[in-house]
C-alpha cells in the first residue's frame, strides 16, 4: 500500500496536482498510511461518487435510505411554493417530480440489485411524496395517482433504468469495456433465470433485449416485443458472443 500511495504522490507532483489527505480514508487496517506526510485516517464507511460504500462493498441500505431523505427534503421545499394539491398545475408538478425529487431518490437505482425490501422502502417515499403533491389523506391509495401521471412503481422503475444502463454499456466499444459487458450479460442472464416477473410482461426481459438486440448472434436487430424503452437504446452494431 505505502508503494502504491508512494506513486500516487509522484504522479500528482509530475503532473502539477494534489490530493487531500482528508478526504483519503482506509478501511480496517492498522497501519498507519500518509500523504504529503498527512496521515490517511481510518473509516467504516465512505462516500464516492455520491454511494456509500463499506469493506463488504457498496452499502445499498444506507445509500437507499440517504437518497429518500434527500428527496423529501426536496418535495418538502417545493410543497411549500406550490408543489400540493393548491398550488402548481399538474404538468408542472409532475415537470417537478422527475426533474429535482424523483432523479434524487433513483440515482444509482440502475445498478442495485433488485432488492424487495429496498424497493419497498423507496415505493414508499415515492407514494408519500405523490401525496403531498395532491394534497390527500395518507390512507389514499396511490394507485390512481400513479395511473393518473403515467408514472412507475419502485420495481418497474428500477428495471426500466437497469434496461437503459444495460443496452447504453453494451453499446460502448473498447477494451476499457469488456469487463463491463461480461458483467451486463452475466446479470442478464442471472435476471432471466430468476423466478420474479418484470411486471412488462416477460420475465425474460433482459437476456430477450439482449438477444433481439443481436448481442447474442449475428442476426440484424429485430424490434422488441417485450421492452418498450428498448428502441430509444438500440444498438446497431450486433455483439456476437
Known amino acids: 500500500m505505502r508503494e502504491l500511495l508512494a506513486l500516487c504522490k509522484q504522479h500528482s507532483m509530475c503532473n502539477n496536482y494534489r490530493f487531500?489527505?482528508?478526504?483519503?480514508?482506509k478501511f480496517s487496517s492498522a497501519n498507519t498510511y500518509t500523504m504529503y506526510g498527512e496521515p490517511i485516517p481510518p473509516?467504516?464507511?465512505f462516500k464516492y461518487l455520491g454511494i456509500y460504500f463499506t469493506r463488504e462493498g457498496i452499502d445499498w441500505?444506507?445509500?437507499i435510505k440517504q437518497m429518500i431523505d434527500k428527496a423529501e427534503k426536496t418535495a418538502a421545499f417545493y410543497k411549500s411554493i406550490g408543489f400540493n394539491g393548491y398550488g402548481m398545475g399538474e404538468r408542472a408538478k409532475l415537470a417537478v417530480y422527475k426533474c429535482f425529487i424523483r432523479s434524487k431518490m433513483e440515482?444509482?437505482?440502475?445498478i442495485m440489485p433488485r432488492r424487495r425490501g429496498l424497493l419497498g422502502l423507496w415505493d414508499k417515499a415515492q407514494n408519500r411524496i405523490l401525496k403531498w403533491m395532491f394534497s390527500v389523506n395518507d390512507n389514499t391509495s396511490p394507485k390512481p395517482?400513479?395511473?393518473?401521471?403515467?408514472?412507475?412503481d419502485a420495481f418497474e422503475r428500477h428495471d426500466e433504468l437497469s434496461c437503459r444502463w444495460m443496452a447504453a454499456t453494451v453499446n460502448k466499444t473498447g477494451p476499457d469495456f469488456l469487463i463491463e459487458r461480461a458483467l451486463n450479460v452475466a446479470k442478464a442472464r442471472t435476471f432471466a433465470k430468476s423466478s420474479f416477473n418484470y411486471?412488462?410482461?416477460?420475465?425474460?426481459?433482459?437476456?430477450?433485449?439482449?438477444?433481439?438486440?443481436?448481442?447474442f448472434g449475428t442476426t440484424a436487430p429485430q424490434q422488441p416485443h417485450c421492452c418498450p424503452f428498448w428502441r430509444q437504446y438500440n444498438c446497431r452494431q450486433p455483439w456476437p458472443i
Open 20 to 25: 487531500n489527505a482528508r478526504k483519503c480514508e
Open 43 to 45: 473509516t467504516r464507511m
Open 61 to 63: 441500505p444506507t445509500h
Open 107 to 110: 440515482y444509482g437505482l440502475a
Open 145 to 152: 395517482i400513479r395511473v393518473l401521471l403515467h408514472l412507475q
Open 199 to 215: 411486471g412488462l410482461g416477460n420475465s425474460n426481459l433482459l437476456l430477450n433485449i439482449l438477444k433481439e438486440g443481436g448481442y
